[in-house]
């Protein structure tokens, strides 16, 4: 009786051996070679490269792509480049896969353009960088309320909320430079020291403008010799005031 136990034991350990050795040569020989393993190749980077490119190079590195049905868009990139793909550069795939790739549009999106008037400048640059538009010039005008947002215009027309405008489109903001409407009569600059007439044109609530050296052996150097525009003209805070200043022939650097 213990005889035939320990040929059934005997048996069954053949067999749970037979088993593991099968096991181990389908794991590690049969099926590796059957999906060809470790036969892979790197996935290359293919950003910036255009479709017509794509076929011939993947080929070459024995793989294949298609295009995928959804695409972005970069104002720096060319129409029909590569702006994304799947797997990513770098990735270890069998010979012959597939590279989903995403392609940059011929043509920018429509944005609906937010609405930025009453905003803080800062405010509106932010949201305007966010929504993939650019800020263009910034138009200072009189208005009492400081880098405030008077008016958006694109294409030196201004447009409302809602109006569609490109993605990438730049922007320009119209924008209070806190002085407003205020009117004076223009001072006298004339005869006046460069630093002092400089102090009491700011102080005007004036900005300086063009500043013109004019060589001269009759005035004394820094002295006002021309303003524009003249003296006693009635002007609104924030203009600019161009200034000739005297510069003496004898002058050394």
Same mark, same amino acid.
């Given at each position: 009786?213990?005889?035939?136990?320990? !040929?059934?034991?005997?048996?069954?350990?053949?067999?749970?051996?037979?088993?593991?050795?099968?096991?181990?040569?389908?794991?590690?020989?049969? /099926?590796? #070679?059957?999906?060809?393993?470790? $036969?892979?190749?790197?996935?290359?980077?293919?950003?910036?490269?255009?479709?017509?490119?794509?076929?011939?190079? +993947? !080929?070459?590195?024995?793989?294949?792509?298609?295009?995928? /049905?959804?695409?972005? #868009?970069?104002?720096?990139?060319?129409?029909?480049?590569?702006?994304?793909?799947?797997?990513?550069?770098?990735? !270890?795939?069998?010979?012959?896969?597939?590279?989903?790739?995403?392609?940059?549009?011929?043509?920018?999106? +429509?944005?609906?353009?937010?609405?930025?008037?009453?905003?803080?400048?800062?405010?509106? $640059?932010?949201?305007?960088?966010?929504?993939? /538009? /650019?800020?263009?010039?910034?138009?200072?005008?009189?208005?009492?309320? =400081?880098?405030?947002?008077?008016?958006?215009?694109?294409?030196?027309?201004?447009?409302?909320?809602?109006?569609? *405008?490109?993605?990438?489109?730049?922007?320009?903001?119209? *924008?209070?430079?806190?002085?407003?409407?205020?009117?004076?009569?223009?001072?006298?600059?004339?005869?006046?020291?460069?630093?002092?007439?400089? #102090?009491? +044109?700011?102080?005007?609530?004036?900005?300086?403008?063009?500043?013109?050296? *004019?060589?001269?052996?009759?005035?004394?150097?820094?002295?006002?010799?021309?303003?524009?525009? =003249?003296?006693?003209?009635?002007?609104?805070?924030?203009?600019?005031?161009?200034?000739?200043?005297?510069?003496?022939?004898?002058?050394?650097?």
């Amino acid at each position: 009786m213990r005889e035939s136990f320990k !040929k059934i034991g005997l048996h069954l350990l053949l067999v749970f051996v037979a088993f593991t050795v099968l096991g181990f040569l389908f794991l590690k020989v049969y /099926l590796p #070679f059957y999906t060809n393993h470790g $036969q892979t190749v790197s996935v290359p980077n293919l950003e910036g490269f255009s479709v017509g490119e794509l076929e011939d190079y +993947l !080929k070459a590195r024995d793989l294949t792509y298609e295009v995928a /049905l959804d695409s972005g #868009f970069s104002t720096e990139m060319r129409p029909h480049t590569v702006m994304k793909q799947i797997p990513k550069p770098e990735s !270890k795939v069998k010979k012959g896969r597939k590279i989903y790739v995403t392609l940059n549009a011929q043509n920018a999106p +429509l944005l609906r353009m937010p609405n930025l008037v009453n905003s803080p400048l800062k405010n509106a $640059q932010e949201i305007l960088s966010n929504m993939g /538009l /650019l800020r263009g010039e910034i138009i200072y005008v009189p208005d009492i309320a =400081p880098n405030v947002v008077l008016e958006q215009k694109y294409r030196g027309r201004s447009i409302p909320e809602g109006f569609e *405008v490109p993605k990438g489109a730049q922007i320009d903001l119209v *924008v209070g430079d806190g002085l407003g409407n205020q009117a004076l009569e223009l001072p006298n600059f004339v005869g006046m020291d460069e630093v002092d007439a400089e #102090f009491l +044109l700011i102080g005007s609530g004036l900005r300086m403008g063009n500043i013109n050296y *004019v060589e001269t052996d009759t005035v004394p150097s820094g002295i006002i010799i021309r303003q524009f525009p =003249p003296a006693g003209v009635s002007v609104k805070t924030g203009e600019g005031v161009e200034l000739w200043i005297s510069e003496s022939k004898n002058r050394t650097n």
